[in-house]
């Protein structure tokens, strides 16, 4: 997810597989890197600040002039529920959500892209020595709050 996928070559990006809102009229660029290291992860990162200034850019020229107002939808009905997938900074971020008495949230489970990243720091420390844990773990930026969600 994330630095941690792109930088593992897999490519893989919510915006650009599962458009949302105005993603659907944009092409997104997902970065990937190979050799799943930690300068591979580095390289993502960099390269993805890249890729995003040119899509605030690109989202600016398509602004519309006037107000911008979005009519609130139906009120969900007790027992609705609802999937989202976003993509974060970390990777891919889930959203699950039910709806209870009048309209008010019932449950709400929010998954972290640190929740399935912190199991891949094991295989990545694989052969290296114990002075280098550190920056392998911080290559991987997880969230110790964004796991326990």
Known sequence: MG?????????????RDRPFAAYDELKVNVVTYRYGDVRARMRVRMDEIHESMRLIREIGKRIPSGPIAVEPGR???PGDWALSAVEGWRGEILYAM????????????????????WPAIQW????NIIPDFPLI?????????????
């Open 3 to 15: 630095p941690c996928r792109g930088g593992a070559g897999l490519s893989q990006d919510i915006r």
């Open 75 to 77: 009120m969900p009905a």
């Open 124 to 127: 990545a420390v694989l052969g």
């Open 98 to 117: 039910t709806a209870g008495e009048n309209g008010q949230i019932h449950r709400c489970k929010v998954r972290d892209p640190s929740f399935v990243n």
């Open 137 to 149: 773990n911080k290559s991987f930026n997880l969230s110790y709050a964004g796991n326990d969600l």
